[in-house]
């Protein structure tokens, strides 16, 4: 059963970074498309930032710009380099394939305060 564990979370003041990891228990990345999501309290899940396979990204419109997804095969690693931070921001983020097919992990909580 494939596993995922996001890390890299933690409370920052506007305009400060964070940088999130998350680790997937098996080998997928040769094949599927990597995103990051995000649940603010009393909203709904949503996506945040795309990785396909070959390394193509897309971004949900606030945060492009500040956020970069990145992805590492030989350590089945998708990370999220995350600058800028605003207290929109503030989330639990989520790692999954886009569309999500995985069992969610327990995510991660950034919290940004103003």
């Known amino acids: 059963q494939v596993q995922l564990v996001e890390s890299g979370g933690g409370l920052v003041q506007a305009g400060g970074s964070l940088r999130l990891s998350c680790v997937v228990s098996?080998?997928?990345?040769?094949?599927?498309?990597m995103a990051w999501y995000r649940q603010a309290a009393r909203k709904q899940r949503e996506l945040v930032a795309v990785?396909?396979?070959?390394?193509?990204?897309n971004y949900f419109n606030s945060v492009r710009g500040r956020f970069t997804i990145s992805r590492d095969s030989a350590k089945n690693t998708v990370c999220l380099q995350m600058n800028s931070l605003k207290p929109e921001d503030t989330a639990v983020y989520y790692c999954?394939?886009?569309?999500?097919?995985?069992?969610w992990g327990q995510g991660t909580q950034v919290t940004v305060s103003s």
């Open positions: 990785i396909t396979s070959s390394g193509s990204t």
């Open positions: 098996e080998s997928i990345f040769s094949k599927d498309t």
């Open positions: 999954n394939t886009a569309p999500y097919s995985l069992d």
